[in-house]
């Protein structure tokens, strides 16, 4: 007696022909797809966010006139309302808030002309990798808070003492303040990493297939929405390179959107403690070099561990629509029927049996032959021999 065994055989290995599309590459993994799409979706998305836009900005105004110093005539007052002021509370939410509304625009925007689902607009698992952005932002924590006491070292040390925040640039309620910017920054940064990271990446990767294209080009796009001096959008600049590298390294915007967290709220937190100038739009090349330096370490160590996590970067082919299963199969037409007056399984009209069936496919009832025809049997033997008996 022989046994058959797989042990000898080698193990089901992936088909090496089937495509793997890349986090850039992922709105061509949609059968749907069309060169128009990614412009549809990014006119889309400009609609929604104009909408909700001049939602925000009529909330904003109604506030504006609700503050007795709009009325009161003083000049100062007044220009103090209008002007950008990030330790202000009311400032300070009005623009977190008109930021976040990128949100549900590139959302909507994605669940009617992206990839499906739609969480591949965060990552080729399609979904949060909860796990993996846990990490990056613990690693991000740990960086950042070298950087920051690197930071305050070398202005102590500084012979003019470092920079002093000017008082307009201290919020007049600290814990106020430090509770919006736990509320608010964290959205405000997911929002910017759909767009730029998330968004424009994959709308770039879906015409133009090298990665470099996806990461550079919404660069720009970026460090214009920034009111900084040359140094400043260098910095801004390199972040952004950063974050696009991470995105496309690790096939989703988790490590992005941990590092744009920490370095946000860090900032605001420090701001609200009157540490750092909230409204501060210059900057230095020392400062412009170590934060480039810090962001270029932090990049490689979650590069490495990514690697060392096997973090997903690509996904293959998208699953085809199966076809509907009916429950009423066809009737499978294996033998000669014959010509039929009524229902292959009913009697005859005058009573007598049709005579013995034919043998039909397995599972299946069988056809009855005519009298008359060869090999056709009746109730109690050949047909012919009883024909006026009545089938009981």
């Not at 900005?57 to 309302?81: C, H, K, R, Y």
């Not at 990030?86 to 509304?101: E, Q």
């Not at 739609?118 to 932002?137: N, Y």
């Amino acid at each position: 007696m022989s046994m058959t065994s797989n042990a000898g055989l080698p193990a089901p290995t992936e088909n090496v022909d089937e495509p793997r599309y890349e986090f850039h590459r992922l709105l061509r993994r949609d059968e749907n797809y069309r060169w128009w799409r990614p412009l549809a979706l990014l006119g889309t998305a400009s609609g929604f966010f104009a909408v909700l836009s001049i939602v925000v900005g009529v909330i904003a105004f109604v506030m504006m006139m609700s503050n007795p110093a709009f009325w009161s005539g003083d000049t100062a007052a007044l220009e103090q309302l209008t002007v950008m002021n990030m330790a202000d509370p009311m400032m300070f939410s009005i623009v977190m808030i008109s930021l976040i509304v990128m949100i549900p625009s590139v959302w909507f925007a994605y669940l009617l002309l992206g990839a499906k689902p739609v969480c591949l607009l965060v990552s080729v698992a399609g979904k949060i990798r909860w796990g993996w952005m846990g990490t990056a932002f613990a690693v991000s924590g740990i960086v950042y808070a070298a950087y920051f006491a690197l930071t305050f070292i070398l202005d102590a040390l500084d012979a003019g003492g470092g920079v002093e925040v000017p008082a307009s640039s201290i919020p007049p309620s600290p814990l106020f303040y430090a509770l919006l910017v736990i509320l608010l920054t964290p959205l405000q940064c997911a929002a910017e990493e759909l767009v730029f990271r998330g968004a424009f990446m994959q709308v770039i990767g879906s015409w133009l297939k090298h990665p470099l294209f996806a990461i550079l080009l919404p660069v720009p796009l970026f460090t214009a929405g920034h009111l900084y001096d040359v140094y400043g959008l260098l910095d801004v600049a390199i972040f952004a390179i950063a974050a696009g590298y991470l995105t496309w390294r690790t096939g989703g915007l988790e490590a992005a959107i941990a590092i744009h967290v920490v370095n946000n709220t860090s900032l605001f937190l420090l701001g609200s403690a009157g540490l750092v100038d909230l409204n501060a739009e210059g900057s230095d090349l020392v400062s412009l070099l170590i934060s480039g330096a810090m962001t270029a370490i932090l990049t490689v160590l979650l590069v490495k561990l990514a690697q060392k996590k096997d973090i997903q970067r690509s996904v293959g082919p998208a699953p085809r629509r199966r076809a509907e299963q009916h429950l009423l199969q066809p009737w499978p037409i294996a033998y000669p029927m014959g010509p039929q007056q009524q229902a292959y399984w009913a009697p005859q009209e005058n009573g007598n049996f049709a005579g013995q069936h034919q043998p039909g496919p397995d599972g299946f009832p069988q056809t009855p032959m005519e009298p008359g025809q060869p090999g056709a049997q009746g109730p109690d033997g050949p047909a012919g021999q009883d024909p006026d008996r009545n089938y009981r």
